[in-house]
């Protein structure tokens, strides 16, 4: 993918009192392992260093983001609820977890996992309340997100997460309608959970180079939400896509980056090294082009169909060092 | 093997689902009404300052 023309990462807003930087309450540098921290977007309705920008940003959005936020908003609003009695015993988890998983598929989702919920998949203050996380990745239109970082590539984003919410809600209801307790999360104003954690447990992708994550069959260009639930289910394990090989030397979303926000190199974040991104810089060029998506979608795994061919790539390639 | 029943989901009684409901109409309204008034006027002063070539401070110009 070619970047259509990226607007220059020069901004007519800033602070007149710059917050905290995000980078260091995100934990930059910081050899403490710690929980991870709000920063801009949230829908907890706490008072967050970056408010003013998120809500300036939430501002001068484009109608078309506008409405998919509100109709997400209206839907979550099923996200949680009473359960149907009587509970109905699950005898075979690894049955049930396939069950879950084609239902799951039925409604149009593309990629989903399952991981045992973790401390630290949630934000810093929030404990663990179900037992499972059944992990969820919608892909979005290719051709749509080419526009980045233009607002047709931004109305696409905000589409795919309603979607992929309305699917996870769904599916929380069935959960609930077999007695057991579950609950949706959508995005991208979430509250307590940290969708990425969970999905590299769940085994839907691996962290790339851009900080998002990277699955086999999409790339990046898919959305995620969450349901967490008790339900006796299976975990899946991690995969290895060799997605590490090709980003130690792959500098294709360092380069596209108008704000240079992308490390080349793993930085230590919260007590563990990992591809990391530099908030302060990422942000105001987020907000001046209403969501960016650039490194998204100049990730060469984002190209249709090139993932399955990398991963084979890669793995031969790994295989020879291995022999050498 | 299909385990889930496809029947009907079992909600909240019909009272608490409208208040539930009409509370978070209230507060979608209430963005809507953000977004097409105050954001108006965001946008206008924020590209007006754009065009002129000066900065608009998010801590400062905001409503509160």
Redesign the interface.
Known sequence: MKVQDPPPPTYAFDYKNPPRSGNEINGLNQEEKTRARHVFHNATGESLPWNALDEFFSQINVWGVVKHMLANIWQLRRQDGPLREPQIKVEDPVAMTAEIKARARDLGIGLVGVTAMFDEALYEGYEVSHRYAICLGLPMDRKEMLQAPHERAAVEVMRAYKDVSRIAVELSEQIRAMGWPAKAYGNPNSTDILHIPLAVRAGLGELGKHGSLISREYGSNFRLATVVTDLPLVSNEPVDLAVDDLCKSCRRCVVDCPPGAIFNEKQLVRGEKKWYVDFDKCIPYFVKTYGCAICIEVCPWSEPGRGPNLFKKLMARREKQHCE | ?????E?A????SFRQRIL??GR??L??AH??Y??LV??RR??RA?RA??SR????????E?PS
């Open positions: 093997m299909r385990t889930i029943d029947q989901i079992k909600s909240t539930r409901d978070l109409l507060r979608i963005m809507l953000a977004y105050g954001g965001i946008r924020y300052k754009e070539g000066e900065v608009f401070l998010v801590d400062e905001m």
